[in-house]
């Protein structure tokens, strides 16, 4: 009887175990691999129309055949708009992660200092825009920055200008835009940091005769590397692959991987070459940024971070 | 030279002066004076909240003032950042850089005096053979026990050579078993380093075994200074007998005051005390007995010098080195009273068993307040 309810127990145990790890297992088995290896076959299957695509592998008479075509790809490093929008992507994404350390650190450490009755209204007016559209509040940038939008007709009524300064569809409106979606996502892994922070470590360090400013780099931003790493991986991903922004809020100078990807899919139905270029920035970005990740996670192991 | 520093001897090395700390209507440190000697070890004692942290916290200078002042070597330290004040302090927990080796922890505080490297590291160096930590001096604090974190923040804190080491709750970290020789450890490397210390401590045993003199506090004032041994043998009040040591108070009347001995009278009847108090007859005083000052026995004293008390034992206790029994008096007053065992075989008393209790004149204490 108890021999029989313990096993049953064990039972239970073992498979509640696997359906819980199994789950999240599942999910991105689901939605990430099986579409990126959707993805992967396009890139390297041949069609004549852009969407109807020969098959890769065929099965006759016992003979096993693969026949993928690495065409895209050799095509996408002989053109320089590939390689070229792959730079500016970086670029912007790099841009965008700076600004964003630069404004949100010294945020996300206000709101880590400050009183503890404070920070649930500090922490809901970070996360106040995502009550919001997305969508709705890339568009009101337009008509904060387009010519006759409110900045320019505010300057030009007070005199401070005559004609108005141009800044939508430039680097500067694009990137104002980036910064401004992309900042809560820097705060608040930064903030989650920062808030652990024993302040008797500062303390320490002024008692050791390091001043604020020294007590701060020597100590402080040290301590909260795992959130500036944090942090900055949620704006950069994410940034490098941005499609919406740079279409509503950049220019012709602004030319982003994303936006290269659309119009392969779209305007020059060629499949292969989007699936080509999405496969390839796949590899070019995640997965030094994966490495880094794991290097991270075994140094905290090893306990030197 | 010599007169020079013969008179900074004299002079009070540390000296408190009407120190007064106020959270909005709560005085935390109220009204304190104190003057600290040049390489005493001086605790501050008390309970949560008493105001021995934050009258400790402003010695370092991460607090300021309402009022009073600080003076170290006869100059006010008021207003001097704490980056700048010559003392260190060991944090509760330590507060070692969890980034930094224990080398680089205790260079930290080198580093910014801008002290050339091979100084640094020869300094480093002592600290670690002072400290037996040589072998550890790669390692990160996570990867040391208890024991050895306490010693790198000694460490970190004396490399600077501070002329005032503070010792917030130094041993609260540390399990029972090594408390008791690490405050051996500690007491005797601060004594040869020289330095001046004031550490702070809920812990009795931990005041009295390592300071000077200490400071029992209560509601941000001291309540009494002195060394260990007049704390304990000689409490100014029902307060600091009770919170240092065990102790049977006795409330009661004075009935004879001269100058060399009086007597209390209490519901258990009359106290002899070798000691006079120049009070008031008939006003209200206490009388403190010791634990370990009782005598027990079954036969009744002949000597007529001794005061003595009928009881019978309530509840006892065997601790090998000693016992405690519970003793009710004649009028129901319960008493504690512990009897060290100085031989392997000594009378132990059991429940029931109806005894006289003696203690000598010379062993109460009158309390007044």
């Known amino acids: ?103 949100g650190y010294p945020f996300a450490y206000f709101m880590a200092r400050s009183p503890v009755s ?22 009101a940038w337009r008509g904060l920055l387009d010519d006759s939008g409110t900045v320019n007709s505010l300057l030009i009524w007070l005199g401070a200008i005559d004609e108005p300064i141009k800044m939508m569809h430039t680097a500067f409106s694009m990137t104002v835009g980036m910064v401004y979606t992309y900042l809560p996502f820097m705060i608040l892994p930064l903030y989650a940091n920062l808030v652990k922070m024993d302040g008797r470590l500062i303390e320490a360090a002024n008692d050791l005769g390091a001043g604020p400013m020294r007590a701060f780099w020597l100590v402080t931003v040290p301590l909260s590397k795992n959130g500036i790493i944090a ?75 | 030279m010599a007169a020079n520093l013969a008179t900074t001897a004299h002079k009070s090395f540390v000296r408190i002066d009407r120190l007064t700390k106020r959270f909005g209507d709560v005085a935390a440190v109220d009204n304190v004076s104190l003057d600290i000697e040049q390489g005493e070890i001086f605790a501050l004692l008390g309970s949560s909240g008493c105001g021995k942290s934050t009258l400790l916290r402003m010695l370092a200078g991460f607090e300021t003032p309402s009022e009073g002042n600080i003076s170290l070597e006869g100059e006010s330290v008021i207003g001097m950042p704490p980056h700048q004040r010559p003392m260190n302090m060991m944090f509760q927990s330590y507060a070692l850089f969890p980034h930094l080796t224990v080398w680089e922890n205790i260079a930290f505080g080198l580093k910014r005096d801008g002290m050339p490297r091979a100084q640094i590291a020869a300094r480093v160096e002592e600290m670690l053979n002072m400290v037996q930590l040589k072998r550890y ?30 010792l917030d709750e130094p041993l609260g970290a540390l399990d029972r078993k090594l408390r008791e020789q690490t405050q051996f450890e500690l007491v005797s490397i601060i004594k040869s380093v020289g330095v001046t210390c004031v550490l702070v401590t809920h812990d009795q045993e931990e005041a009295m075994t390592m300071a000077d003199r200490i400071a029992v506090m209560s509601e941000g004032r001291f309540i009494q200074v002195g060394k260990p041994h007049e704390i304990y043998e000689t409490p100014n009040s029902r307060f600091v007998a009770d919170f240092i040591g065990k102790v049977n108070l006795f409330d009661g009347v004075l009935a004879i005051d001269e100058p060399d001995h009086c007597a209390i009278d209490t519901p258990e009847g009359r106290f002899y005390v070798a000691h006079g108090i120049t009070g008031t007859i008939g006003m209200d005083v206490s009388v403190a007995l010791r634990p370990e000052k009782i005598g027990l026995q079954t036969e009744a004293p002949t000597d007529t010098s001794s ?32 009897i060290t065992h100085a031989e392997r075989h000594v009378e132990l008393y059991r429940r029931g068993d109806a005894l006289w209790v003696t203690c000598s004149a010379q062993s109460l204490v009158v309390l007044i307040s």
């Open chain 2, 307 to 338: 005061n003595a008390f009928r009881g019978t034992v309530v509840d006892s206790g065997y601790y090998g080195s000693f016992s405690v029994y519970r003793v009710e008096l004649a009028g129901g007053r319960k008493i504690q009273v512990a």
């Open chain 1, 1 to 103: 009887m108890s021999t029989a309810t313990t096993l049953i127990d064990k039972m239970v145990d073992r498979w509640g175990r696997r359906l819980v790890i199994g789950t999240p297992y599942l999910y991105l088995i689901l939605v990430f691999s099986i579409p990126f290896f959707v993805v992967l076959k396009l890139s390297v299957s041949t069609s004549n129309d852009g969407i109807r695509f020969e098959d890769l592998t065929t099965f006759n008479d016992w003979v096993f055949n693969l026949t993928a075509s690495f065409q895209k790809y050799r095509f996408l490093l002989q053109d320089d708009l590939y390689l070229n929008t792959y730079g500016s992507s970086l670029k912007f994404a790099t841009i965008n992660t700076l600004i964003c350390l630069f404004i």
């Open chain 1, 118 to 139: 404070m920070r649930p209204v500090l922490l809901m007016l970070v996360s106040l825009p995502f009550w919001t559209s997305y969508l709705l509040r890339v568009y």
């Open chain 1, 231 to 305: 942090g900055s991986m949620l704006v950069f991903i994410p940034s490098v692959g941005e499609y919406v922004i740079p279409e509503l809020l950049g220019g012709p100078e602004t030319l982003m991987i994303g936006r290269v990807l659309w119009d392969e899919f779209f305007a020059n139905n060629d499949w292969a070459m989007a699936s080509a270029v999405a496969v390839t920035m796949v590899i070019l970005i995640l997965f030094p940024l994966a490495l880094f990740n794991k290097y991270q996670t075994a140094a905290v192991g090893r306990g030197t971070a």
């Open chain 2, 137 to 166: 001096a790669k390692r990160k604090p996570h990867q040391l026990s208890g024991g050895q974190q306490q010693r790198v923040a000694l460490a970190r804190c004396l490399a600077k050579q501070p002329k005032l080491l503070l």
